[in-house]
């Protein structure tokens, strides 16, 4: 090079030749990339270096890498006495065999996110085999031969522990955060450790590319202090003598998983830390769940509502019926005497919001802290039922009372058995939260089952012939829409989102709205009930299932929502993307005015208000 070359700013670099240059890039890659967006790099080695080859080189491998890749194999190639660096970490054995010995701690190994990074490249580029780097090491290529070995295992152990069932059945998201965001990198992985005859070699190797690189890290640290890295060598670093394995112990399918492993490789031994951190988050889940519910049992003191039921419950069931029916009769006859006056109105609407309103909403699952829900149960009916017959009751001599004195009365006789349906009804709800909570559950299931399971479109594969009754179910579903959901529920998630009503497109979540492209926005009014711009209402009936004001229905599966006239939609980064269901027309909802004829035989169409 001559003196007339103006050396090249890369960052506080100040790069005089292209040793230099290359040196630079690979340690700022960052700023490097952008240099290189705008040309100034390309330009200064045509115009003042005049290295052409170089340049050519720079492009191949800019387009067959990432630029962080593309800018350290351009300094190991012209840069021969550049030291590599990778996340500002040097890779030579005076400090690799200094520096990776002291992340192997009493009981765990110090992971900073730019020591994952830093042993995911020196992984995946090879370092640790490239004579350009290594110059040869024989115990570098030793180690990096185990470490493939061992993370492999670590791969498949991992796809092991997605066959235990209640593996994925934790309350709120202590698993989550714990697996990959792809659900077909976990089926991928549980079909290698089944060996299932269908599974990849090559889905395989992209699936451990995909996963976390935390083991990676901790194989490597124990590699590095082993004597001989090549043979098969016990883990100093136990999940035994870890932070979360006494918690994670009170797990019964962790301590299943660890009665099947008799010998540990390290390989092993890092899924297993994975899973007993875990399995120790749930079983904090488990016991704040538990402390909860003491909490709001020793806290529920019963309040007036609850003091009224005793006491109508301690009452001869004839006694209840007769009080139940005149109660409601009398109000109701003065009603029609008096030619629908506001005072008898207002007190008929009282009694029946206090006899078949409330008697009505004793067979729902309300909680004891949420009776106030009764309360606005049992007037909204009474209001109903008043607007709704207030003609009839006009016209008629005693029939309607009649009949709804008789309709009181048989409530309050059997005023003790719709509680009684109300109590089965919370327990039954309870018993199913706690088995979701802590189901302890050791039967493995299928890979066949578990793709289902995030996938359930993969149900359309089987042929007919071969499909079970709910698989047939949620087939008839997907492709030609029906209203019957017990096959559906068994691909229901739990506690899933109450779906919106809309027609095929895309739409937006919000603060707690969704806009949907044809203009729908529905809004969250409180837990499990929504309602939109349309006048349409959504109500999770039980877990996954949707009820629509229409008359249609969705089920929430693996992710996908598939409604009953054939919708599918699914939510990706708040979008939610929805086919086009089948054009069909909607069911008649019960909120709709009827059609019917008085006694004359005159029609007449009523409605909530007449």
């Excluded at 640790?128 to 780097?133: I, Q, S």
């Excluded at 796809?159 to 709120?172: N, V």
């Excluded at 290698?192 to 996963?211: G, N, R, V």
């Excluded at 207030?390 to 059997?414: C, H, K, N």
């Amino acid at each position: 090079m001559t003196d007339t070359i103006r050396p090249y700013k890369l960052g506080e670099h100040e790069c005089a030749n292209l040793a230099d240059l290359a040196a630079a890039m690979a340690e700022n890659h960052e700023t490097a990339a952008e240099h290189i967006e705008r040309g100034y790099i390309q330009k200064w080695l045509e115009d003042e270096l005049r290295e052409y080859d170089a340049r050519i080189a720079l492009d191949k491998l800019l387009e067959d890498n990432d630029p962080e890749r593309a800018f350290f194999e351009f300094a190991l190639r012209y840069a021969p006495a550049w030291t590599p660096v990778i996340e500002g970490l040097p890779v030579q054995p005076e400090f690799l065999d200094e520096y990776l010995p002291q992340l192997l701690k009493d009981d765990y190994v110090v992971a900073t996110t730019e020591l994952v990074r830093f042993a995911a490249k020196l992984y995946r580029w090879n370092v640790l085999t490239d004579e350009r780097v290594s110059g040869g090491n024989e115990r570098w290529a030793a180690i990096d031969a185990a470490w493939r070995r061992e993370y492999h295992d670590a791969a498949l152990a991992h796809g092991e522990t997605l066959l235990y069932r209640s593996f994925w059945k934790a309350p709120d998201d202590a698993v989550d955060p714990f697996l990959s965001g792809d659900r077909n990198v976990e089926v991928v992985l549980a079909r290698a450790a089944a060996k299932s005859a269908d599974h990849d070699p090559e889905q395989f190797e992209k699936a451990k590319l995909i996963l976390a690189a935390k083991e990676k890290l901790a194989l490597l640290a124990e590699l590095w202090v082993a004597d001989n890295p090549a043979a098969q060598q016990s883990p100093r670093l136990k999940v035994e003598d870890g932070l979360y394995y006494e918690q994670a112990m009170k797990r019964a399918w962790f301590a299943d998983l660890l009665k099947s492993d008799e010998f540990r490789t390290p390989g092993r031994e890092a899924t297993l830390h994975s899973v007993a951190k875990i399995a120790a988050y749930q079983q904090s889940d488990a016991e704040h769940h538990a402390e909860k519910a003491e909490a709001e049992a020793a806290s529920d003191k019963p309040g007036i509502l609850s003091r009224i039921d005793r006491k109508l419950s301690a009452l001869d069931p004839k006694l209840r019926a007769l009080a139940f029916g005149l109660s409601l009769f009398i109000p109701l006859f003065f009603y029609e005497r008096y030619g629908g006056s506001v005072l008898w109105g207002l007190l008929c609407w009282a009694m029946l919001a206090a006899t078949i309103g409330y008697g009505v909403m004793r067979v729902l699952p309300v909680k004891p802290e949420k009776r106030w829900i009764d309360v606005l149960g049992a007037l909204f009916i009474g209001w109903a039922l008043i607007s709704y017959f207030a003609m009839d009751l006009d016209a008629s001599a005693f029939l309607y009372e009649a009949a709804f004195g008789a309709v009181a009365g048989a409530i309050g006789f059997f005023w003790t058995q719709l509680g009684s349906v109300r109590r089965k009804r919370l327990a039954r709800e309870a018993q199913d939260a706690q088995s979701a909570i802590d189901p302890n559950d050791t039967k493995r299931i299928s890979t066949d089952a578990l793709a289902k399971m995030f996938f359930p479109e993969m149900i359309l594969d089987i042929p007919f012939a071969q499909r079970t009754a709910r698989e047939k179910a949620f087939a008839a579903a997907v492709q030609y829409g029906h209203a019957d959901t017990t096959g559906l529920t068994r691909f229901a998630d739990p506690r899933s989102p109450v779906a919106p009503n809309h027609g095929g497109g895309m739409s937006v979540n919000a603060g707690g709205f969704n806009v949907a492209s044809d203009g729908t926005t529905t809004t969250q009014l409180m837990d499990g009930v929504s309602f939109d711009n349309k006048k349409n209402w959504n109500v999770r009936v039980a877990d996954g299932v949707t009820v629509h004001s229409d008359g249609k229905h969705t089920v929430s599966m693996g992710g996908i929502d598939v409604r009953s006239d054939g919708q599918i939609s699914t939510e990706i980064a708040g979008f939610r993307i929805s086919s086009k269901g089948k054009d069909e027309k909607a069911a008649s909802s019960w909120l709709a005015p009827k059609e019917e004829t008085d006694w004359f035989g005159n029609k007449k169409k009523k409605g909530w208000f007449d």
